[in-house]
């Protein structure tokens, strides 16, 4: 089977995820299912389906063979576009592609919380989307992007690695950027965007010190700045962040990052009763007691402000998986999986 057939037939099957791996067929993850394709792999079988995405992205193969792995992205006329990582493993070439709508996914249809897209309003400072790999955090910063672009004169500028949702001119002008064929590293594109006249900026993964100490100055000079982390939890991530740092350098951040954070979106895909996935969402909104405890180092205690429940700018992750029980949508046993707080959380439903 050739790679575009293959391809054809995940997305027709509504395919996340095709991993191509020497030993094993051809596979496609659909919803929380494995489902081959045809017949094991051979080396050589995987390795030429491999080529095939180069030359579909019109990208040199050997850069694989330099540096052991290699992000990129391609597109088939009225199929999808494919998000790719390629890579080496014991002696032989595999490749796992994230299938990507050609249209901007619809908020609602993706289950994203109003209270998340409301983050569009926001002027300045940074916002965070975070959580595990395939989660989800590019489809809602897409959606936050799309909204900003709808309704305000501005400029956006994304950097992306590889890019996976293009973002047409609406109201606003939109610069695509992608590390390394625009730009060699995120942090060099990151300066260089400051310089671009930018009111809207949407770094693809804040992954060093170097692009989160450039991030965190962006969002101090005027400009709303958005990105994404492998974090799981508001507490988490604030940590992260700080924990970059040396420590002689972490109380001046924990001041500068108390000021220009202004949300964090923490989101999970979770299986639902019909075979499916459905995202669950947790958002802290940045307050005068948050500001302190992230300054104060006393992030422990930001949890409690989120369960607390008593803000309305602020949703807690297991009082969404509560929900989502109620409305039969996930079993009791999958919410108390994925709670912060199992033992409360089965007392509540």
Known sequence: MELIELLQQAVQWGGSDIFIVPGAPVTVKVASQMKPIGDRLS?????????????????????????????????ILNVSRFRCNAYRQRGTTAAICRIVNFELPDPKSMHIPQLVMDLAAMRSGMILV???????????????LDRINSERHAHIVTIED???????HKQSLVSQREVPNDAA????????????????IMLGEMRDLDTIRTAITAAETGHLLLSSLHTIGAAKT????????????????R????????????????????????PVFEVMTVN???QNMIRDGRTHQIDN???????KTMLSMDSELARLVREKTITRETAILFAANPDILAKRI
């Open 43 to 75: 080396p050589d079988n995987s390795e030429k389906l491999v080529q095939s995405m180069y030359e579909l992205a019109h990208r040199d193969f050997q850069l694989l063979y330099r540096e052991g792995d290699d992000d990129f992205s391609f597109a």
């Open 130 to 144: 975070t959580g595990p790999a395939g989660s989800g955090k590019s489809t809602t910063l897409a959606c936050i």
């Open 162 to 168: 590889p890019i996976e949702y293009l973002h047409r």
């Open 185 to 200: 590293t995120f942090s060099r594109a990151l300066r260089a965007a400051l310089r671009q006249a930018p009111d809207v």
């Open 238 to 253: 604030v940590d992260r962040i700080i924990d970059t740092f040396s420590a002689e350098q972490q109380a001046q951040i």
């Open 255 to 278: 001041v500068q990052l108390s000021m220009v954070l202004k949300a964090v979106v923490s989101q999970r895909l979770v299986p639902t009763v019909n075979g499916g996935r459905t």
């Open 288 to 290: 005068a007691a948050i």
């Open 305 to 311: 402000v989120i369960y607390g429940g008593s803000d």
